[in-house]
């Protein structure tokens, strides 16, 4: 069950943790567009098929998941939704899988599954996971956002698992200057 929803890190910009060193935001400079997002807004979900497993409190949607909550966007193959039926429905968790995308209105995460735990108000991705944010981007195993705090921290995989040795890689742009 679960929804990632992610977001694309730029560096120098989310205070954000990568392999272990954190990279701080610079004072003035802009944070993830997650940060504080509302996860009280509406989820509206589109797919090919729903099958809806009441006794179980949960539905499964397949084929060409489309996942949209106020600015943010999901993407998926499959997602199942697991909620609470107490009078009225209430979403605790998405579980996306097969070429998971979260967007936000400037950053874009990727993965082969996802995890939003709304309760929580953490969004996780793994499997070949690249966070991306103009041409900044930073890959690894697993990607946590902390949707209160703006936090992103992304971790190596397990070597031999298809990820790079275990490791955080990234590529960030800097300002250019004329000499």
Known sequence: ??????????????????????????????????????????????????????????????????????ELSLSAERLTLAYTNSGKLEIDRLDASGGVVV????????????????????????GGVRLERGESSISGGRLTIDLESGRAVVDGGPVGAGERGGRVSGRFTVPQRGR
């Open 103 to 126: 967007r936000s209105p400037s950053e874009t995460a990727r993965g082969q599954f996802g995890v939003y735990d709304i309760n929580r108000r953490l969004i996780t991705l793994v």
């Open 1 to 70: 069950m679960g929804f990632p929803r992610i977001i694309a890190a730029a560096l120098a910009l989310a205070t954000m943790t990568v392999g272990g060193v954190a990279i701080a935001q610079t004072q003035g400079g802009p944070i993830s567009a997650l940060k504080g997002h509302d996860s009280n807004a509406p989820i509206n979900v589109e797919s090919d098929r729903i099958e809806v497993q009441d006794r179980a409190d949960r539905a499964i949607f397949a084929g060409n998941v489309q996942v949209r909550q106020a």
